[in-house]
């Protein structure tokens, strides 16, 4: 009985077939964006109904919703399909990415909705970074408009090398013709320097399926395919397998002795036991000896396997590296051009430190030159300071370690990264990467026979940098100055680096925005680690308003070295007691950009010491630093004799 059960649940050789022959069929992945309300959402839901991805009792529940949700008034309302969020019903917008499969005889699709609104920007560049095709959406009334361009541009920087314009809603403007051809003209002057390989413009209307799946009898001056037909047949660009190897590695698998293995997915081309590899950052070669995946070794791995590799070899390889094809290697550098979309309420700010995410590597990174910012207008090139959300622009970005890469052009998943903000960790910006900069090959680490330690000892004492935060007229300059003198009495080498004093010399050049101001802190965090490695004990004296660049220039310094300083006095009082008269000046207009009135100031929150300053003296305040200075020296002098601490 159990063999005659068995038997009956086996897929017949007819199930069988159809299997194969999915499986057989290419994959098109695409994407539909375009302004908001321009029909993203119904030519998707319109493309499932027409390709019978829909059951009866799919069918039955949108037809209820679209009476209680829809705007077509009694026709079905197809977008209702996609729009999944009750939020998006409610406010008849696409919010999140949605994707959706379905196949025709011929190919299968995973398409993904996109948002419409200029907000979620990056809800569309998250879409478009794994498609191959665009369908740019237009409504026929409304013609090309800001956020049309905008989603070009992105899909352009994305990779995306065809797209279909859809002109949509054409029963609106009662399938005119002179309509279509001025759009498409508009569009064409627009994305000429896009680089797009293919622009198919098609009239359609997606609420009736006009020239989506059939041929429309209103449009007879249309001669072109439908979108199905189109979408079936377009050729898109070179296949991932094709291209050279690469083998991102996410994780070392050494479960015994016996066993070390490189796990991960294969990123582009394909490998098999016995080619020769390298690691991309070492330059280390050896052979795979095996490939091991979950059903048993395989006789070779393609793109998207996930699979583990053996070596011949015990090459020191972790996570973030790369295996690569001898033959053609990936770039590795420290400093390259990428184009950047940001994603963020506070803009990006070159100078800021951010953490740099690769498809398996990470670490921290700067955008060093804000080159320029793209118009979405017109496609100018602007000179900008910072990139506001959803703006895009070409950047000089250095990181901490180099990175392995490929230009973005050329492969897609080794080429992009994304943006970290470090103190919130949310995505704030999606990098495409252009190539490496000369200079990242031309400047390396010179080795040097006297190093930090070695003048620290001469003088007897250990480097740290006393970093001073806090707002104008809080006493900082007057605490430091006689923190020095008092360390200077004791035999001490040090050096002031004070906010108004650098700012006629190092950096004359900086006005006061929060550019400047990220830059500012930069250069200055770079001149105290130079002192700190010369052995100094440094005392930086500077608002520093911006907890992401105190933290930028703690981790420039060794494990310890970094103190920060919180002298804390009140908005009040310092603007009671206005030395400068700056805050008077502030107050009335007069400065602009003055961190505590119209620039915010972000306290430490957990500052090494901290100095409230009501009702005690400056000499109070330099006995409470001499203090925490010498309990640190016997300390570490206890752990350097072994004592622990």
């Not at 997915?265 to 000896?289: F, I, L, M, N």
Request: charged residues 25%; hydrophobic residues 40%.
């Amino acid at each position: 009985m159990r063999h005659i059960m068995a038997k009956s649940l086996a897929p017949t050789d007819g199930v069988r077939d159809y299997l194969a022959a999915q499986e057989k069929k290419s994959l098109l992945r695409f994407l539909t964006c375009g302004s908001v309300d321009d029909g993203k959402s119904t030519l998707i839901g319109r493309l499932l109904s027409d390709t019978k991805q829909i059951f009866e009792d799919q069918l039955a529940a949108l037809e209820r919703d679209s009476r209680k949700h829809g705007t077509t008034g009694d026709d079905i309302d197809f977008a209702l399909l996609v729009d999944g969020l009750e939020a998006e019903r409610e406010q008849g917008i696409t919010i999140d990415v949605a994707y959706r499969f379905f196949a025709t005889p011929k190919r299968k699709f995973i398409v993904a909705d996109t948002p419409g609104h200029e907000q979620y920007t990056r809800n569309m560049a998250t879409g478009a970074s794994t498609a191959d095709l665009a369908i740019v959406l237009i409504d026929a009334r409304q013609g090309v408009l800001r956020q049309t361009r905008r989603h070009s541009i992105i899909a352009s920087l994305l990779g995306i090398r065809h797209v279909v314009l859809a002109v949509n809603k054409i029963d609106l403007v009662d399938f005119d013709q002179t309509v279509f051809d001025r759009i498409v003209e508009d569009y064409g002057q627009f994305s000429r320097d896009l680089g797009f390989q293919t622009i198919v413009p098609i009239p359609m209307s997606a609420r009736y399926g006009d020239n989506v799946s059939r041929r429309s009898e209103s449009m007879e001056w249309y001669s072109g395919p439908t979108l199905i037909e189109h979408l079936e047949t377009v050729s898109v660009d070179q296949a991932m397998v094709e291209l050279p190897f690469r083998f991102p590695v996410q994780y070392v698998n050494r479960p015994n002795l016996d066993f070390r293995g490189f796990a991960g997915t294969v990123a582009s081309g394909s490998v098999a036991p016995g080619d020769e590899v390298v690691v991309a950052k070492s330059g280390k070669s050896s052979r795979v000896k095996r490939i091991v995946s979950y059903g048993g070794d395989l006789a070779q791995a393609a793109a998207g396997q996930a699979v583990t590799l053996v070596l011949d070899d015990e090459v020191e390889i972790s996570r973030g590296n790369m295996l690569v094809s001898p033959a053609a290697r990936p770039q590795v550098a420290d400093q390259f051009a990428a184009n950047i979309v940001w994603f963020d309420e506070h803009a990006l700010l070159p100078g800021r430190s951010y953490i740099l995410r690769t498809e398996t590597d990470q670490t921290s990174a700067t955008v060093t030159d804000l080159k320029y910012r793209i118009n979405v207008n017109d496609f100018a090139h602007e000179a900008a300071k910072s990139l506001e959300m959803n703006e895009v622009g070409i950047c000089n970005i250095s990181t901490r370690t180099p990175i392995a890469f490929d230009p973005f052009a050329e492969n897609r998943t080794t080429g992009a990264f994304i943006l970290i903000d470090r103190i919130s960790n949310a995505t704030v910006g999606a990098g495409m990467i252009l190539h490496s900069l000369r200079r990242a090959e031309n400047i390396h680490w010179q080795s040097l026979d006297v190093g930090k330690r070695v003048r620290a000892d001469m003088k007897n004492q250990r480097p740290a940098v006393f970093w001073f935060t806090g707002l104008s007229g809080s006493g900082k300059s007057t605490i430091a100055n006689l923190f020095e003198k008092k360390l200077f009495a004791t035999g001490r080498h040090t050096y002031i680096l004070d906010g108004d004093n650098v700012r006629h010399g190092l950096n004359r050049d900086l006005g006061f925005t929060d550019a400047d101001r990220v830059e500012n802190i930069r250069r200055v965090a770079e001149v105290a680690r130079l002192m700190a490695d010369a052995g100094l004990i440094v005392i930086v004296s500077f608002i520093s308003p911006f907890s992401a660049e105190r933290r930028m220039a703690r981790e420039l310094m060794a494990d310890g070295e970094f103190v920060e300083v919180f002298v804390d006095t009140p908005f009040e009082e310092c603007a009671r007691r206005d030395p400068k008269g700056l805050y008077a000046r502030a107050l009335n207009g007069e400065i602009k950009n003055f961190t505590g009135v119209d620039s915010p100031y972000e306290a430490p929150e957990t500052p090494e010491i901290h100095l409230q300053t009501l009702g005690k003296s400056a000499e109070e305040m330099v006995d409470a630093l001499e203090h925490w200075l010498n309990e640190r020296d016997i300390a570490e002098d206890q752990y350097d004799s072994g004592g622990g601490i």
